[in-house]
């Protein structure tokens, strides 16, 4: 077999997926342990979306509505806008991969920030684009920099916000000044994907932006219901637009993208505001209580907007996180990002936080980090 394959395939670097919990507990000999690496709702799905699934099942043979109609009704009115200005996607990857597929040709460039989500820049180098990557600047997106870099070649910006790993924000007049520094050509994709934990009077209001699109660029705003609903088996997410960006997405959409399951389990998700205020609840207390042990341990403890953050451990972070394991608690390492000190952690339950903060203190001082 000869494969001809393009150098912008052959060049990507796979995803790099996490090792199933079953797996790495019999690799590491451990018994119940928690998964605080990926930034999953430590309080699990809505019981009200489990049902609605579970009612779902018999009818598996037949293919989920292709319009996601009743889903897009709901998100609608959770969020006040248009049908027409929602755009679901398997995951809110998907829809990212829609805007890259639309809009970037060969050639044209893409602006994303490092360290940010990995999937921006290969769904670009998939459709032969060329990325710029530009560092975080004291660990935030360097909107100046950025504006800068924009030429005539850069048709799309990719801002998470709030950002993943550092969870930090930007919200107000930087946004609006951002908005207002970069040429009406580019389109400015705004990744939420955290936003429910940002305080509600701190939030941007992405859709006065993409309704006012008279001299800015147009924006699209990123949403999912992995994080605060608890949904991220189900992978579905939704992109917020201009009409129009929106019914050029829909040229690129395959039909039925998204499945019986997410459709049901994202509607009852939505009318369980119970189960979502749960979370973000549960997150901000989580938040702040761990903060305050990790600094009491000697480590430092860096702010954040999302439902995880960075902690400085004062040494290497690949080896505590391969100690951690050995109790049974996986952490992020943050060394592959450039910060080779720094570990990444989910808020978890008051069970898993007590757990990591002990587990922590025993390898911390196995180490002799502080």
Not at 152 to 164: A, E, H, K, Q, V
Not at 220 to 231: C, H, I, P
Request: aromatic content about 10%.
């Amino acid at each position: 077999m000869k494969l001809n394959i393009p150098d912008n395939i052959a060049e990507i670097i796979p995803y790099p997926p996490g090792k199933p919990l079953d797996e790495l507990e019999r690799e590491y000999g451990i018994t119940n342990s928690i998964k605080l690496a990926s930034n999953e709702n430590a309080w699990g799905p809505s019981p009200k979306a489990v049902a609605a699934i579970e009612e779902t099942l018999s009818g598996l043979h037949r293919y989920p509505d292709g319009s996601s109609f009743y889903l897009t009704e709901a998100l609608a009115r959770w969020l006040g806008a248009g049908m027409d200005e929602i755009v679901l996607g398997n995951g809110s990857n998907e829809v990212i991969e829609f805007l890259i597929k639309a809009f970037v040709r060969t050639g044209d460039e893409v602006i994303t920030s490092h360290p940010s989500f990995l999937m921006y820049q290969k769904f670009v180098q998939v459709r032969g684009g060329k990325n710029t990557v530009l560092p975080l600047k004291e660990m935030e997106h360097d909107l100046d920099a950025i504006v800068e870099a924009v030429n005539d070649r850069t048709r799309l910006i990719f801002l998470d916000n709030p950002n993943n790993p550092c969870g930090t924000f930007f919200s107000g007049q930087r946004f609006e000044n951002f908005l207002h520094s970069l040429p009406e050509s580019v389109i400015l994709v705004l990744d939420e994907a955290y936003v429910d934990f940002v305080e509600p009077e701190e939030r941007i209001d992405i859709l006065s932006y993409i309704r006012k699109s008279e001299s800015i660029p147009a924006v699209v705003g990123l949403r999912t219901f992995s994080k605060a609903f608890g949904l991220a088996g189900l992978r579905v997410g939704f992109g917020l637009m201009h009409r129009e960006i929106a019914e050029t997405l829909h040229r690129v959409r395959q039909p039925f993208n998204i499945n019986l399951p997410a459709q049901v389990g994202g509607l009852a998700a939505l009318s369980d505001t119970a189960h979502y205020n749960k979370t973000l609840n549960g997150t901000r207390a989580g938040r702040k209580w761990l903060s305050e042990q990790v600094e009491k341990l000697g480590c430092r403890a860096y702010p954040s907007h999302t439902n995880f953050f960075l902690i400085d451990v004062r040494g290497d972070a690949t080896e505590l996180y391969e100690a951690m394991l050995h109790k049974g608690v996986i952490v992020r390492s943050m060394k592959a990002y450039g910060y080779p000190d720094f570990i990444r952690i989910t808020v978890g339950t008051e069970a898993e936080n007590t757990r990591f903060i002990g587990a922590l203190a025993d390898c911390l001082d196995g180490l002799g980090y502080v």
